[in-house]
T-cell receptor, first 112, second 111 residues
Framework: SQTIHQWPATLVQPVGSPLSLECTVE??????LYWYRQAAGRGLQLLFY??????ISSEVPQNLSASRPQDRQFILSSKKLLLSDSGFYLC???????????FGSGTRLTVV | DAKTTQPTSMDCAEGRAANLPCNHS???????VYWYRQIHSQGPQYIIH???NNETNEMASLIITEDRKSSTLILPHATLRDTAVYYC????????????FGTGTSLTVIP
């Protein structure tokens, strides 16, 4: 069966420090991969999506970047975190354009 | 993608059916209706989706009106674990068309 792994579960980072969040999917090939962010008390915002290795689409300009070095690996990064980067970061995958997404358990990031 | 309108919050007694409405009056012919839910501090969970016909799975039933301008998600026997925020999303099923989550309906199942 397919599973999605996302880590760490919680993270506290100082302003100006780098960030790397990793997401991996098992049990499927060539998934569509997504990064979402949910700020406190707000809805989910799509940050990036990828339909294949090295293919990244960005939905909003921001302080973050994404990479897909392997078929089932999706990484969210920042060179210098801002206070406004705090939030709940969720990785998700789908098998095709019709299917619903399967979300990971999320990373709660607090920038201090 | 078409916008959706959902009530901000609803209550439901445990063991009763929970009926969550969603209006999508500007939906286009090739847009699907999707439902997700998010339990506090967890990632959203896909529930069900449909285009025109009513759909049922092990989690819920989706009733879409004939004109497709509204739909209802039905949880047949609500439990306390169904307390969550429920999102109704309409979307064209093309690669590159993403799910845009609004604020949803906060459902509280009462013992």
């Amino acid at each position: 069966s397919q599973t999605i792994h996302q880590w760490p579960a919680t993270l506290v980072q100082p302003v100006g420090s780098p960030l790397s969040l990793e997401c991996t999917v098992e049990g499927t090939s060539n998934p569509n991969l997504y990064w979402y962010r949910q700020a406190a008390g707000r809805g989910l915002q799509l940050l990036f999506y990828s339909v294949g290795i090295g293919q990244i689409s960005s939905e909003v300009p921001q302080n973050l970047s994404a990479s897909r070095p392997q078929d089932r690996q999706f990484i969210l990064s920042s060179k210098k975190l801002l206070l406004s980067d705090s939030g709940f970061y969720l990785c998700a995958w789908s098998v095709d354009s019709l299917s619903g997404y399967t979300f990971g358990s999320g990373t709660r990031l607090t920038v201090v | 993608d078409a916008k959706t309108t959902q009530p901000t919050s609803m209550d439901c007694a445990e063991g009763r059916a929970a009926n969550l409405p969603c209006n999508h009056s500007t939906i286009s012919g090739n847009e699907y209706v999707y439902w997700y839910r998010q339990i506090h501090s967890q990632g959203p969970q896909y529930i069900i989706h449909g285009l025109k016909n009513n759909e049922t799975n092990e989690m819920a039933s989706l009733i879409i009106t004939e004109d497709r301008k509204s739909s209802t998600l039905i949880l047949p026997h609500a439990t306390l674990r169904d307390t969550a925020v429920y999102y109704c999303i309409v979307r064209v099923a093309n690669t590159g068309n993403q799910f845009y989550f609004g604020t949803g309906t906060s459902l509280t199942v009462i013992p």
